[in-house]
């Protein structure tokens, strides 16, 4: 049974950094891309990053671009999303997603999600 579990989410000041993590068993992980997504109050969800399977690529969206940096370790089958220069607009519950790395974009698997709020 394929498990992502985040943990690292929590409240913190504009400006300020969280660095989220997600765990992941039950999967070959180093076949996997692994990707961060979010969904803020009343809006939909949204892409932030993701990484390659093998860790050599990463991509993010414009409004992440410079403030986050996705990474992953696979002997420790985990990826990480430290978030720098937080803003109140990048509060969100935060997903960790897992895609087979020869499927072009259907993310396969998901964690239950962080919490981010940030304070202006």
């Known amino acids: 049974q394929v498990q992502l579990v985040e943990s690292g989410g929590g409240l913190v000041q504009a400006g300020g950094s969280l660095r989220l993590s997600c765990a992941a068993s039950?999967?070959?992980?180093?076949?996997?891309?692994m990707g961060w997504f979010r969904r803020a109050p009343g809006k939909e969800r949204e892409y932030v990053a993701h990484?390659?399977?093998?860790?050599?690529?990463?991509y993010y969206a414009d409004s992440v671009k410079g403030r986050f940096t996705i990474s992953r370790d696979n002997a420790a089958n985990t990826v990480t999303l430290q978030m720098n220069s937080l803003k109140p607009e990048d509060t969100a519950v935060y997903y960790c997603?897992?895609?087979?790395?020869?499927?072009?974009?259907?993310?396969?698997?998901w964690g239950q999600g962080t919490q981010v709020t940030v304070s202006s």
């Open positions: 997603a897992a895609r087979y790395y020869t499927s072009p974009t259907r993310y396969d698997y």
């Open positions: 039950g999967l070959t992980f180093s076949n996997y891309v």
């Open positions: 990484i390659s399977w093998s860790g050599s690529r990463t």
